[in-house]
């Protein structure tokens, strides 16, 4: 190659070595549950975990106190839930990580939404301490780095998520409305002085049964009641319709729209990405009435795919191309952003046994030399074509058709030898 090409920023260089570190792992046995989501997921619950961490202190404290003086004894001297650092706000920030943690590892895209919102909570949180909070600081914004850098990767959404989510804010609930009335306990008649009272008066509370046997006296616990209530409603409404809707507009779906049979995947190409090259691509395959299916992380219902056959899932993953009839396939196009993800696709292709021709596309020069390694049938490298082309023309060479079409796929020897038989 006689052109030249932009060198690469060490933003390029960096994004490339993260995404060809998460392939590599997520490909390794049970490396989807490690890298990003196991690792997010564990940085998320320690984080939760040094938030909640006063709280437990203070009722600890509490529990001491009780032990020591007995239930009548006035606990004004004790340093008061909204003296903690953070107070209140910080703690519930630490539940809500602590549980959501864990709906990481299901790649939510709820869940992840939900986790970025409390960290950003959770940095402002700490910006307005004093002293600054370097470490805790630092943490978060680190925490918050990984969710952006990794947002692709949490893609799913099911009813079983909706369900763990509906659980967990019920969870989450229950856990504000027994700490939170254990805390202020001296601030109701009479005083709660036991976790088994406060989750007593939390259920009640949240069920809006009120049976009056325990009355809030201060603002404070006044002001905890009316939150409780508000909070029992709207996270039980929320819960409920995150279930049932759900369910209902899939019967829905089942009773009026026919059922879709599933098409026969065979001397089909399978076409991987969605960027416009993938589009041009199986515009001009339908055009010429060639059977497609398209892998993608989600359901692509816009124009050109819009009633495509389609299969959700990792592309580089075999038993995602076993479902797209891998083995069946006359072509795998695999048209991705990244070239690292290209190659691994090519190697998955390969572990299924298929005798399916690959084509790959590659946007750096750098990466060119590695894609050649997993010997793809062609290449497509239209930014590095592109600037020879260019030259050449400039330079009035001659450009013949086959020339033309060799140097823009760089096919592989063994296509011509086929060919010429």
């Known amino acids: ?151 692709k990767t949490f893609d799913q959404s099911s009813l079983a998520i909706g369900t763990f989510l509906s659980v967990l804010s019920i969870l989450l609930l229950m856990g504000y409305g027994i700490f939170g009335s254990f805390i202020l306990g001296k601030g109701f008649t009479p005083p709660i ?26 603002d404070d616990a006044r002001l905890f009641v009316v939150s409780l209530v508000i909070l029992g409603i709207t996270v039980f409404s929320a819960s409920l319709s995150s279930v049932i809707i759900p369910l209902i507009n899939d019967r829905i779906k089942k009773a009026l729209l026919p059922e879709k049979k599933m098409p026969t995947r065979k001397n089909h190409t399978i076409l991987i990405g969605t960027g416009s090259l993938a589009r041009s691509t199986y515009q001009e395959l339908a055009a010429r009435h060639q059977p497609v299916t398209l892998i993608a992380p989600h359901e692509i219902s816009d124009p050109p795919f819009a009633g495509c056959d389609q299969v959700i899932g990792d592309p580089a993953d075999g038993e995602v191309l076993r479902r797209a009839g891998v083995v069946e396939a006359q072509a795998i196009i695999s048209l991705l952003d990244e070239d690292a993800e290209n190659a691994f696709v090519v190697l998955a292709a390969r572990d299924t046994g298929s005798k399916a021709k690959t084509v790959v596309s590659v946007r750096s020069r750098a990466n060119f030399t590695r894609i050649r390694t997993v010997n793809p049938d062609m290449i497509l490298a239209p930014d590095l074509i592109g600037g020879e082309l260019i030259a050449m023309a400039l330079n009035d060479e001659k450009i013949d058709g086959e020339t033309f079409f060799r140097k823009a796929l760089f096919m592989d020897p063994r296509i011509k030898e086929g060919a010429e038989e």
């Open 1 to 151: 190659m006689s052109s030249t090409s932009r060198p690469d920023s060490p933003l390029d260089k960096g994004r490339r070595f993260v995404h060809w570190l998460e392939g590599r792992i997520r490909r390794t046995p049970g490396g989807s549950w490690i890298f990003p989501h196991g690792l997010l997921a564990l940085l998320v619950g320690l984080l939760g975990l040094k938030n909640v961490l006063p709280l437990f202190e203070q009722i600890h404290i509490i529990q001491h106190s009780i032990a020591t003086f007995g239930p009548a004894k006035d606990f004004a001297h004790l340093p008061g839930v909204f003296h903690i650092p953070g107070g209140i706000p910080k703690t519930l920030i630490g539940l809500v990580q602590i549980l959501m943690s864990v709906g990481l590892l299901l790649r939510s895209r709820m869940v992840w939404t939900i986790v970025l919102l409390m960290t950003l909570l959770s940095i402002s949180v700490d910006l307005f301490q004093r002293p600054l909070p370097h470490l805790s600081l630092t943490f978060s914004i680190l925490l918050l780095g990984g969710l952006i850098l990794f947002r």
């Open 193 to 218: 002085q036991s976790l088994t009272t406060a989750f007593y008066f939390a259920i009640i509370t949240m069920a809006t049964v009120g049976y009056g046997d325990i009355v809030p006296k201060t």
